[in-house]
């Protein structure tokens, strides 16, 4: 099986440092470990396609769902994000799961890990 095509950095969120002279605690830069994946976008309500309607508050619309390429370590979990190529940040939503070909063999054929676009919003 061929890799996947886009190229992804996973961002692993490392523990906070403590600084000696103050006692507090400070965020380390996460660990960047280079991936290979592929972003789909799933429509999840029939009436997206239609234009000009109207959407309750807290109606979702779409969702992103990121196919990774299995044998990579860490394992991503739902602590940590990703990076694109143009640096758009996807966090992790749940817990990614690994997917196997639905006969054959019993090894990872994908990754598949729900995200969402974090890079335009304060967390």
Do not use: C
């Amino acid at each position: 099986m061929k890799p996947l095509p886009e190229a992804w950095t996973l961002l692993v969120e490392n523990e906070t440092v403590q600084d000696p002279s103050t006692g507090n605690l400070f965020p380390s830069p996460p660990t960047e470990v280079p991936w290979t994946g592929l972003l789909q976008q799933r429509q999840l309500s029939p009436a997206s396609a239609v234009g000009n309607t109207e959407f309750t508050a807290g109606h979702v619309v779409s969702s992103y769902v990121l196919l990774l390429d299995p044998g990579i370590e860490p394992l991503p979990t739902s602590k940590d994000a990703f990076r694109d190529a143009d640096g758009a940040i996807y966090r992790i939503q749940g817990r990614p799961r690994q997917r196997r070909m639905a006969s054959g063999s019993r090894r990872p054929a994908y990754i598949a890990a729900n995200v969402r676009m974090v890079s335009d919003m304060k967390e």
